[in-house]
């Protein structure tokens, strides 16, 4: 295989500064510019040699035999074998950062908590207190970061700016390159003596309560936005939002469809056939549901603006109440001779059967109607 480490004039147990000071030194005297035709093709092996021991896979792979930009030994970049142009503008131009110093004061990051309700709740509307857990502004330091009694003083390096300019000599003549100050981390000050609470943060972590006031209407999925109640920023930064994501429980009788309420009323068939009056609990409390004589199996009674509310929005969904009849199946010797008596008068102890479509349960048909089938 080609040796890179003699291409870039390095040992084999050099650090990745020693193999990137190697390289840019080369680049800067085989660059095509500099050294015209002549260079190209040790330009290239140069970058070559650069794009494998520069990367800690690919030298590893090199290492044990494999050389990555051969066919099918590894994926190239994008310049020449592999080499990319962020490797070539970092080389000669640096990273590139924003003017000025970075603030120690940010603003904190969103927080999210989950809340169970209960279908009344949910119809209705509540308020709930939450125990949660964020960071807070630390209650020693104020926010600051410093021990009390101390504050932070402008860094000596960069003397408040923050960055640091150097002057690189190239191909292109010179250039001024900046870099974050390592000396303050590019804040411009620098805290000699740290909260001990916080640790130069500004911020701690605690269990606090809130309250949430949640309106009628809400359903699975529905995000609630507490604004300025999610985790405190670094430095004593604003604090973020706090968003209460709902989950609705599944209650025992109804079934909820957007803002209306379903469930399913099983009554005798002598009560479909005659009518009758009988009495629901609802979320609402007790109400009576009147039976028309010759109610039929999957007819549906609809008690208007007993559903849920509407969220952000007057009014409510409405309650369906699927009427299921059901059939005797067991009947001792006076019943069935009154059924008997009963078919001989209505002329049914011979029917012809009627032939019908298929007849869907009660919720394949609501599925049906709520997809428009």
Known sequence: MTDYYEILGVQRDATPEQIKKAYRKLARELHPDVAGEAGEER?????????????????????????????????????????????IFETFFGGGQPAGPVPRARRGNDALVRLDLDLAEATFGTKRELQVDTAVACSTCGGDGARPGTSARTCDVCHGRGSVQRVARSFLGQVMTTAPC??????????????????GEGRVRSRRTVTVNVPAGVDTGTRIKLTAQGEVGPGGGPAGDLYVEIRERAH????????DLHCTLQVPMTAAALGTVLELDTLDGPQEIDLR??????????????????????????LNVHIEVLVPTALDTEQEELLQTLARLRGEERPDPR?????????????????GR
Do not use: W
């Open 182 to 199: 390592a000396a303050c981390g590019g804040f411009g000050t620098v805290i000699p003596e740290p909260c001990a609470d916080c640790a």
């Open 252 to 259: 025992d009788t109804f079934v909820r469809r957007g803002d």
């Open 355 to 371: 032939l019908s479509a298929a007849h869907p349960g009660v919720f394949s048909r609501l599925r049906d109607k709520l997809s």
């Open 43 to 87: 330009f290239k092996d140069v970058a070559r040699a650069y794009e494998v021991l520069s990367n800690a896979d690919k030298r590893q792979q090199y290492d044990m035999g494999v050389d990555p930009t051969a066919p099918g030994g590894g994926a190239g970049g994008g310049f020449g074998n592999g080499f990319g142009f962020q490797d």
């Open 293 to 318: 004589p010759g109610t039929q199996p999957g007819q549906v009674v609809t008690l208007k603006g007993l559903g849920v509310g509407h969220l952000h929005a007057n009014g409510r969904g409405d």
